[in-house]
């Protein structure tokens, strides 16, 4: 009997360099993992760890080479703006990429009418952040 050993080097795919969302919404950051022996991967924040609860991470083994990881952020605050870390990791290397989240203000809108020539009046929509 003769057993064969091979590895698949390890590679990672994020779903976005950056990505922006209203404040108050929610946002999922995606990397993909692909190695043999299969990676496991983590999320890290550069600024400062997340508080308990603000964050759901999930891993699903979409192959025996492939690993989707996801970090949802609910509720987004201004403190969440920064950059993210999905880090993956096998028994031979590691990887780690970055994702921006840019938590956007909330909107409202604001009509103004405002007069012309001839007693004709102009609505503007303003959208304030």
Known sequence: MI???FSVPLSLEVGSNVTSAVVHSAVTLSCVAMSYPRATVSWSRASAPWPPGDALIKSDPLSHVRVLSTLTLGALRRQDNGTYYCAANN?????????DVVVLGEFSFC???????????????????
């Open 3 to 5: 057993t064969v050993f």
């Open 91 to 99: 028994r031979q290397e590691m990887l780690m990429a970055q994702q």
């Open 111 to 129: 009509s103004l009418l405002l007069p012309r020539r001839g007693g004709l009046w102009s609505q503007i929509l303003l959208l304030i952040s």
